[in-house]
C-alpha cells in the first residue's frame, strides 16, 4: 500500500503530539504501528475487524502483536485516521518552537483543556449538603469507627483528578474515601451517557454523548466505548502501583474472594488500606458488531482478565445486551445479553442490575444461578419530590433483586432517594419491610451506593460518612444492622458469587468482621 505521507519528515514525535483519536491507539499498539497506520490510511476511516486469527492487511502493515493488541481493544470499532499533516502538526509545531525557544501550542492547550475539566468536574459532580443532618455525637463516631464500609458504586474513573490526591472539588479520591472510613470501594467505568433532552421523555444512544465530549476534552479515547473502558482501567491498575510507594493509603485490587478475607484482616490489623473493585457501567459494545456467542463470550473474558469483577450490561439507554429503565424501548435481555451475562457470572463477576430494564431484570433472574445487585439506586414507592422514577426500581424490580439473595445499593443523591439524609434512611427501611414480607432476614439487603462523581449532587460526603451512620441510628436501626448495611451484606454476597467464592469463605469472612476493628 501506497503511504499517503512520510511520517519521517516531523523529526522526533511524541505521544503527547497525536491527537486524541489516535493517541490513545499508540498507548494500546505502540508509537511505530500506530503512524505506520496514519501514513497509510490518513484521512479515512479505519475499520478494525472482530477477530484477530482471520488473515488481514493490518497484519503485515503493523505486524501480528500489534494487530492482536488493536483487535482487543477496538473489535468491530470504525476509527477516523486523521491526515497526515493535521496528525502529527503538533510535532512540527514543537520542533519549530523549540528552535526558536518560544513554548509550544500544545502546552497552552493542555492547560486551557485542564481548566475546562475542572470547571465541568466542578458543575456537575456538586453536593447539596443537607444541613438539618444529625451531626455525629461520640458513641456515632465510636460505632462508625468499628464498620467495614463497602461502597457499590463511584465514578472517580471518569474524571482527569488523581485518584490518590485529595482533590478540592469532586466527590472522592483515595484520601477521602480513608478519611470516611471506606473499607471496600468499587470503581464503575462510564463509558457512553446521553443527555437528557427535556422535550425527550427517554433516552437513545443517538443523543449527544456526554461521555463522549468529555473523554475528547480530557484527551481520551473519542470514538470508542472499549476504548473509553478499557483506559480507565488503566488509570486504575496505575494508582494501585503508585499507591504501593506514595504517602497515604495503599490501594489493593479484590479479584477474588481470598483477596477480599484478606483486605478484612488486613483493615482489623490498622493497615492503611482500601480495597478497589473494577466494574463496568454498561457493556455498550458487547454484540453490537457481531453477537455471535463466542466473541461475546471472548469479550467478557477479556475484561475479566482486565481485573473486571462488577458487570453492569446497560447504563441509561437500549443496547444490545439489554433494554435501559429511562430506553426508549425498554426490552428485556437481548441473546447476546444473554450470553454476557452466563459468561460474566461463570467467571466470578457479580451482576449488576441497576439501570435496567423491569423486562431485563425479570428475565435476568430467571437465567443468573447467583444473587445479584442494583449497585446504586432508589426505589420508587418512597421516590417523592425531585426523585425520578424511571430510574429507581419498582416493587416488582425490588422483589426480583431479594428474592434472589441479592442486595441493593441505596444512593446517596437527591433523584435517586429525594431531598434530605433522612430519606435515604427511609428507602433502606422500605427495603427491609420488603425483605421481612417475603421471610427474608430484614437487614441483609441492603447496601450503599452513593454514586460519587457520577454527575450528581450527593447529600453525603466521602470523607463525612459517620453523618450516614448517625443519621442510621437517630432514625432508629440498630447497631448490627447498620453494620450489615454500611459493609457487611457486600462483603457476605462478594465472599460467595466471586472467584474462589463460597457459603464457607463467605461464612470465614464474616467471622472475621466479627471480631471488629483496631
Excluded at 503527547?16 to 508509537?31: F, K, N, R
Excluded at 479515512?44 to 503485515?60: A, C, R
Amino acid at each position: 500500500m501506497q503511504p499517503r505521507c512520510d511520517v519521517g519528515s516531523f523529526g522526533t514525535i511524541d505521544i503527547d503530539d497525536l491527537p486524541e483519536s489516535i493517541a490513545y491507539m499508540a498507548t494500546v499498539i505502540g508509537m511505530d504501528a500506530t503512524l505506520q497506520i496514519v501514513s497509510s490510511r490518513g484521512g479515512s476511516k479505519l475499520y478494525v475487524p472482530t477477530n484477530s486469527m482471520t488473515p488481514h492487511w493490518l497484519q503485515e502493515l503493523i505486524g501480528e502483536t500489534a494487530f492482536t493488541k488493536l483487535v482487543e481493544h477496538y473489535r468491530g470499532d470504525e476509527i477516523e485516521i486523521p491526515k497526515c499533516q493535521q496528525a502529527l502538526s503538533n510535532a512540527k509545531a514543537r520542533a519549530l518552537a523549540a528552535r526558536r525557544g518560544v513554548s509550544a501550542p500544545g502546552l497552552v492547550e493542555a492547560r486551557l483543556r485542564g481548566a475546562a475539566v475542572a470547571a465541568v468536574d466542578r458543575g456537575l459532580n456538586r453536593f447539596a449538603l443537607d444541613p438539618e443532618a444529625p451531626q455525629p455525637d461520640p458513641a456515632d463516631r465510636a460505632l462508625h469507627r468499628g464498620l467495614f464500609i463497602a461502597d457499590l458504586h463511584a465514578d472517580c474513573l471518569k474524571w482527569d483528578r488523581d485518584l490518590l490526591t485529595w482533590s478540592e472539588y469532586g466527590h472522592a479520591d483515595l484520601p477521602r474515601l480513608h478519611a470516611g472510613n471506606t473499607a471496600l470501594q468499587v470503581f464503575a467505568m462510564v463509558t457512553h451517557s446521553p443527555v437528557n433532552l427535556p422535550w425527550r421523555a427517554c433516552l437513545s444512544a443517538d443523543d449527544p454523548n456526554h461521555a463522549a465530549w468529555l473523554a475528547a476534552l480530557q484527551g481520551r479515547p473519542v470514538r470508542s466505548t472499549r476504548g473509553r473502558a478499557f483506559h480507565q482501567m488503566d488509570l486504575f491498575w496505575d494508582a494501585v502501583q503508585r499507591s504501593k510507594t506514595q504517602e497515604g493509603p495503599e490501594l489493593r485490587p479484590i479479584l477474588n474472594a481470598s483477596e477480599l478475607l484478606a483486605l478484612v484482616e488486613a483493615r482489623k490489623r490498622g493497615e492503611t488500606v482500601i480495597g478497589g473493585m473494577l466494574a463496568l457501567e454498561g457493556g455498550h459494545w458487547v454484540g453490537q458488531y457481531d453477537p455471535d456467542p463466542g466473541v461475546v463470550a471472548a469479550e467478557i473474558r477479556a475484561l475479566y482478565d482486565r481485573g473486571l469483577r462488577v458487570f453492569a450490561p446497560v447504563h441509561r439507554f437500549d443496547n444490545p445486551l439489554c433494554g435501559s429503565s429511562e430506553g426508549c424501548k425498554r426490552y428485556g435481555l437481548t441473546p447476546a445479553g444473554r450470553t454476557a451475562l452466563q459468561a460474566a457470572e461463570e467467571h466470578g463477576m457479580v451482576i449488576d442490575l441497576a439501570h435496567a430494564s423491569e423486562a431485563a431484570i425479570r428475565e435476568a433472574a430467571e437465567l443468573l444461578q447467583k444473587p445479584f445487585i442494583v449497585s446504586h439506586t432508589g426505589v420508587r414507592a418512597v421516590c417523592e419530590g425531585i426523585c425520578r422514577p424511571d430510574r429507581n426500581l419498582s416493587d416488582d424490580a425490588l422483589r426480583a433483586v431479594l428474592d434472589s439473595g441479592g442486595v441493593v445499593g441505596v444512593g446517596y443523591w437527591g433523584h435517586a432517594v429525594g431531598e434530605g439524609v433522612a430519606n435515604i434512611a427511609r428507602v433502606m427501611a422500605y427495603v427491609m419491610e420488603m425483605a421481612e414480607a417475603r421471610g427474608l432476614p430484614a437487614g441483609d439487603h441492603v447496601a450503599l451506593g452513593s454514586d460519587f462523581d457520577g454527575s450528581v449532587a450527593t447529600q453525603i460526603a466521602a470523607d463525612e460518612l459517620d453523618v450516614l451512620t448517625a443519621t442510621l441510628r437517630h432514625a432508629g436501626f440498630d447497631d448490627g444492622t447498620i453494620a450489615r448495611i454500611m459493609g457487611r451484606n457486600v462483603c457476605r454476597l462478594f465472599a460467595r458469587g466471586m472467584p474462589g467464592g463460597s457459603a464457607e469463605m463467605a461464612a470465614r469472612v464474616e467471622a472475621a468482621l466479627d471480631r471488629g476493628f483496631v
